[in-house]
């Protein structure tokens, strides 16, 4: 505890990796740098966490990136308005199959390149087959239904021509039960943030058949979620804190700090896991299982390609996502809610006196990035994306109507 | 009036304070009370059980598994919603600092439900109190445990009676501004390591 600093702010944080940014802040001294007590709380689901922002024990949280959104919109009890002031990172995640649907998905043309396409194409034609033999439909987990998770599988799935709510269960299941749960056949896959897909490679139960940074490149995952009462009250003590996520998320980025941070995350009060486990989101070497091995472009971002900035053409994707999936209604108040969650101002605002490069624009046209490319920004030298989708679609946040309209025409003819 | 009684389910991994629970319901009056402290399978059980309140810890990991079945799943035939009176922001405060939360099915009034859950989060309130005392308690048998094998060393090594033994650990511990058992703990840890051991 620092003696008379300036702030005071209590954070609520997940287990996960995708927690770095904010650990680091408070262990490594960027927060303390800038005045601020942060004091760290770690959960044990996220319901804990909505309920400890909504009634105040907490001001901010490590959250899902639709979470805020399911918060404004009403999906949830006891939540609270929260805004997304800082994106803690730009992918992460896996999809990870049983060994028995591996060898089905093999036989039907799967190969350990984590494509996207030709994995789902092998998993559609494994689907049917089963389907004809009177098999049960295979059953997935993820771990929440308003996560980046639920929303990046039933994407791949459905561009794959599977239809998620019908050819395959989804169920909830808490990441760290996810291997288990995979090698006691309770479930056949799941998509879920590392280590928990190579948790499942290395007991040798599983096999990682994609990664979110193929299906979306470059695409969002956890936020810092704010309480709005409190951020209103306190801009000062905010903006100090996204100085301190900016200095500590540039530090985690750095391969020489690594080490260190793999060792800060594997102690027992965050992650409780050895350091090398936390090796592969670090470097994007993934082990694929039966001895594949790959390094993916862009694996996780914790800053670079403005990994921290809250892009609000992020938010409505994931809004496209929730109305494509039956969780919200498309209205014009809802819209309204999903566009004003992300706070691009908040992050631009804060970050203005430290001179660095800032996106100019609050949204941008997702997916149109083919390759890395500088942009127009404030201050010097800032690089986005790829940002591609892997099937080719384009998301522009100003003409939300028709690719809302699109992915239902596409539902229609599936 | 007759009304129906409750259908309670208790979900808790740790039995102690879900047998505390169960106790207080049945106290209460409540007959139909289920404890699940494994939730394997739990989706069935719901669908046998069919409760009406569903009373569960904070600690427990599968909150957002078990939100998520309350709104979906086939195995529940009545929606059941978060215990939430929005009027009622204090009992709600109180239910999360104890450490637990309900779930009740629609429609049912609050005022049946209010009873079952304060007395959860008293429940949960006084075991956390017993596992605190509890954990004092141990603490301080190991540490008298600590400076019984400390006073051993000395009398042994400097020929000291037990007596004054203890008073060389106490100036010791007052000189350096710490406990006496944390002296007697590292005199411990370093005749482990210089000496033969010396009492075993």
Same mark, same amino acid.
């Not at chain 1, 995979?182 to 879920?192: E, K, M």
């Not at chain 1, 001179?355 to 800032?382: C, D, F, H, I, Q």
């Given at each position: 505890?620092?003696?008379?600093?300036?702030?005071?702010?209590?954070?609520?944080?997940?287990?996960?990796?995708?927690?770095?940014?904010?650990?680091?802040?408070?262990? /490594?001294?960027?927060?303390?740098?800038?005045?601020?007590?942060?004091?760290?709380h770690r959960?044990t689901?996220?319901?804990?966490?909505?309920?400890?922002?909504?009634?105040?024990?907490?001001?901010?949280?490590?959250?899902?990136?639709?979470?805020?959104?399911?918060? =404004?919109?009403?999906?949830?009890? +006891?939540?609270?308005?929260?805004?997304?002031?800082?994106?803690?990172?730009?992918?992460?995640?896996?999809?990870?199959?049983?060994?028995?649907?591996?060898?089905?998905?093999?036989?039907?043309?799967? #190969?350990?390149?984590?494509?996207?396409?030709?994995?789902?194409?092998? /998993?559609?034609?494994?689907?049917?087959?089963?389907?004809?033999?009177?098999?049960?439909?295979?059953?997935?987990?993820?771990?929440?239904?308003?996560?980046?998770? =639920?929303?990046?599988?039933?994407?791949?799935?459905?561009?794959?021509?599977?239809?998620?709510?019908?050819?395959?269960?989804?169920?909830?299941?808490?990441?760290?039960?996810?291997?288990?749960?995979?090698?006691?056949?309770?479930?056949?896959? @799941?998509?879920?943030?590392?280590?928990?897909?190579?948790?499942?490679?290395?007991?040798?139960?599983?096999?990682?058949?994609?990664?979110?940074?193929?299906?979306?490149? =470059?695409?969002?995952?956890?936020?810092?979620?704010?309480?709005?009462?409190?951020?209103?009250?306190?801009?000062?003590?905010?903006?100090? +804190?996204?100085?301190?996520?900016?200095?500590?998320?540039?530090?985690?980025?750095?391969?020489?700090?690594? *080490?260190?941070?793999?060792?800060?995350?594997?102690?027992?009060?965050?992650?409780?896991?050895?350091?090398?486990?936390?090796?592969?989101?670090?470097?994007?070497?993934?082990? +694929?299982? *039966?001895?594949?091995?790959?390094?993916?472009?862009?694996?996780?971002?914790?800053?670079?390609?403005?990994?921290?900035?809250?892009?609000?053409?992020?938010?409505?994707?994931?809004?496209?996502?929730?109305?494509?999936? *039956?969780? #919200?209604?498309?209205?014009?108040?809802?819209?309204?809610?999903?566009?004003?969650?992300?706070?691009?101002?908040?992050?631009?605002?804060?970050?203005?006196?430290?001179?660095?490069?800032?996106?100019?624009?609050?949204?941008?046209?997702?997916?149109?990035?083919?390759?890395?490319?500088?942009?127009?920004?404030?201050?010097?030298?800032?690089?986005?994306?790829?940002?591609?989708?892997?099937?080719?679609?384009?998301?522009?946040?100003?003409?939300?109507?028709?690719?809302?309209?699109?992915?239902?025409?596409?539902?229609?003819?599936? | 009036?007759?009304?129906?009684?409750?259908?309670?389910?208790v979900i808790d991994e740790n039995r102690i304070r879900a047998a505390i629970i169960e106790a207080g319901?049945?106290?209460?009056?409540?007959?139909?009370?289920?404890v699940?402290h494994?939730?394997?399978?739990?989706?069935?059980?719901?669908?046998?059980?069919?409760?009406?309140?569903?009373v569960i810890d904070l600690e427990n990991?599968?909150?957002?598994?078990?939100?998520?079945?309350?709104?979906?799943?086939?195995?529940?035939?009545?929606?059941?919603?978060?215990?939430?009176?929005?009027?009622?922001?204090?009992?709600?405060?109180a239910a999360v600092d104890a450490g637990v939360?309900? @779930?009740?099915?629609?429609?049912?009034?609050?005022?049946?439900?209010?009873?079952?859950?304060?007395m959860a989060v008293s429940r949960f309130n006084a075991f956390s109190r017993m596992a605190r005392e509890l954990e004092e308690v141990r603490g301080e048998l190991e540490s008298?445990?600590?400076?019984?094998?400390?006073?051993?060393?000395?009398?042994?090594?400097?020929?000291?009676?037990?007596?004054?033994?203890?008073?060389?650990?106490?100036?010791?511990?007052?000189?350096?501004?710490?406990?006496?058992?944390?002296?007697?703990?590292?005199?411990?840890?370093?005749?482990? /390591?210089?000496?033969?051991?010396?009492?075993?």
């Amino acid at each position: 505890m620092s003696m008379g600093a300036a702030h005071q702010i209590t954070a609520g944080f997940m287990p996960l990796f995708d927690s770095a940014v904010l650990v680091a802040a408070g262990e /490594l001294g960027f927060a303390a740098r800038e005045g601020i007590d942060l004091t760290l709380h770690r959960e044990t689901s996220w319901a804990n966490i909505r309920d400890r922002i909504a009634i105040g024990h907490f001001h901010l949280a490590h959250m899902l990136g639709p979470m805020p959104l399911a918060c =404004n919109l009403g999906l949830t009890p +006891l939540a609270s308005e929260t805004i997304v002031p800082f994106s803690l990172g730009l992918g992460g995640n896996c999809v990870t199959i049983s060994n028995a649907v591996w060898e089905g998905m093999a036989a039907h043309g799967a #190969v350990a390149d984590l494509d996207p396409a030709r994995a789902g194409a092998a /998993l559609r034609a494994l689907i049917r087959e089963r389907a004809v033999a009177g098999h049960d439909p295979l059953r997935f987990a993820v771990v929440h239904p308003h996560s980046g998770h =639920n929303y990046e599988l039933r994407y791949w799935l459905a561009a794959c021509g599977i239809d998620p709510e019908r050819e395959i269960e989804i169920a909830i299941v808490p990441p760290p039960f996810m291997a288990d749960a995979l090698a006691a056949g309770r479930i056949d896959g @799941y998509c879920v943030g590392e280590p928990w897909n190579s948790a499942s490679v290395a007991a040798g139960t599983g096999h990682i058949v994609t990664v979110k940074a193929q299906i979306w490149r =470059n695409s969002p995952e956890k936020v810092i979620g704010a309480r709005k009462a409190w951020a209103d009250e306190n801009p000062e003590a905010l903006a100090a +804190l996204l100085r301190a996520l900016h200095h500590s998320a540039r530090w985690c980025q750095d391969p020489a700090n690594h *080490g260190e941070l793999a060792g800060v995350m594997a102690q027992a009060g965050f992650l409780g896991l050895p350091p090398a486990v936390q090796m592969p989101i670090l470097t994007g070497h993934l082990q +694929l299982g *039966g001895g594949a091995e790959l390094d993916i472009d862009d694996f996780f971002l914790p800053f670079d390609k403005a990994a921290n900035f809250p892009w609000k053409s992020h938010a409505l994707w994931f809004y496209t996502q929730m109305v494509r999936w *039956g969780h #919200v209604a498309h209205t014009p108040e809802n819209l309204a809610i999903a566009r004003d969650c992300y706070r691009p101002d908040l992050y631009r605002s804060a970050l203005k006196p430290l001179g660095v490069a800032l996106p100019g624009a609050n949204s941008k046209v997702e997916g149109a990035l083919r390759v890395a490319t500088a942009v127009g920004a404030t201050g010097a030298g800032l690089v986005l994306g790829p940002d591609g989708f892997f099937d080719g679609q384009i998301f522009d946040p100003d003409e939300i109507d028709t690719y809302i309209a699109g992915q239902e025409s596409a539902e229609t003819q599936a | 009036m007759v009304r129906t009684a409750l259908a309670v389910l208790v979900i808790d991994e740790n039995r102690i304070r879900a047998a505390i629970i169960e106790a207080g319901l049945r106290e209460a009056g409540h007959e139909r009370v289920t404890v699940i402290h494994d939730v394997t399978g739990i989706a069935r059980r719901i669908a046998e059980i069919e409760p009406d309140v569903i009373v569960i810890d904070l600690e427990n990991p599968n909150r957002d598994m078990l939100e998520n079945m309350f709104q979906l799943s086939r195995a529940v035939k009545r929606p059941i919603a978060m215990f939430v009176d929005r009027s009622d922001q204090a009992s709600i405060e109180a239910a999360v600092d104890a450490g637990v939360s309900a @779930y009740v099915v629609d429609g049912l009034r609050q005022e049946r439900v209010k009873p079952i859950l304060d007395m959860a989060v008293s429940r949960f309130n006084a075991f956390s109190r017993m596992a605190r005392e509890l954990e004092e308690v141990r603490g301080e048998l190991e540490s008298r445990k600590v400076i019984d094998r400390a006073k051993g060393i000395l009398m042994k090594s400097r020929g000291l009676s037990e007596e004054a033994a203890y008073t060389l650990l106490r100036k010791t511990a007052m000189n350096q501004n710490r406990k006496i058992s944390d002296i007697a703990q590292s005199l411990v840890t370093a005749a482990g /390591l210089l000496g033969p051991a010396e009492d075993e």
